[in-house]
């Protein structure tokens, strides 16, 4: 069963990337215990909440601007010669059973919040999209073991690998070390524009049911 499907919408003009159901390995059980927002005697607070709106789009554009390095390697190997820029994708929604908290502390009146996707059952917590990019590109290619071990590349799974090699890694394919973007050369030479490179015609969900698992 294929892992994901990447879409293009004209509309929006992005790639959406959904990830199947089937491509996940997050338990239901796996969320934050304190999700009281009662104060302390000080007027602190301390507790998760499922997150708001503007931190679920930051992090799934954010993911979308990441592993969209990986559609682009399966275009690729398809021979499909159509190229999203990373700033127009994301992920539709997290995987199966995966939701974003929303850590509030100190005053109750301006709490400080920050976000954590809670849901694998290998790791308990991702505090950023970077930190759950290389993981959720392993649930992408269905989750594909090595030696016994997983074959997962984040620093959690793999903790011989640092964040800031990780996050060096990702920044350096999506600012162009191996990706294409707008304006930059093409193999015969020419140079783009920076007009989105999507024919508005083409239905883009013919083309890019990928299973990455049996890729190749």
Not at 102 to 126: E, N
Request: positive net charge; proline residues 6%.
């Amino acid at each position: 069963m294929p892992c994901y499907t990447a879409i293009y919408h004209p509309a929006a003009n992005a790639l959406a990337i959904s990830i199947h159901e089937g491509a996940t390995d997050a338990v239901s059980d796996n969320r934050p215990e304190n999700t009281s927002p009662q104060p302390n005697a000080q007027g602190k607070v301390d507790y998760f909440a499922e997150s708001e709106s503007d931190k679920l789009s930051h992090w799934k554009k954010k993911l979308g601007e990441t592993v969209v390095s990986l559609v682009r390697e399966d275009f690729d190997r398809r021979g499909i010669g159509i190229w999203p820029r990373y700033e127009q994708a994301l992920v539709v929604d997290f995987p199966k059973d995966y939701k974003l908290y929303v850590h509030k502390s100190g005053d109750r009146h301006v709490p400080r919040g920050d976000a954590y996707l809670f849901g694998s059952h290998y790791v308990h917590v991702f505090r950023s999209p970077e930190e759950f990019t290389p993981h959720l590109k392993w649930l992408m290619r269905g989750s594909p073991m090595k030696d016994g071990r997983r074959d997962c590349h984040c620093k959690y799974c793999d903790p011989s690998r640092t964040q800031t090699e990780i996050s060096r890694e990702l920044h350096h394919k999506k600012d162009g070390g191996g990706g294409r973007k707008g304006g930059g050369k093409r193999k015969d030479g020419t140079r783009g524009t920076k007009k989105s490179q999507f024919p508005s015609d083409i239905p883009f969900k013919d083309y890019t049911k990928l299973n990455t698992g049996t890729a190749s």
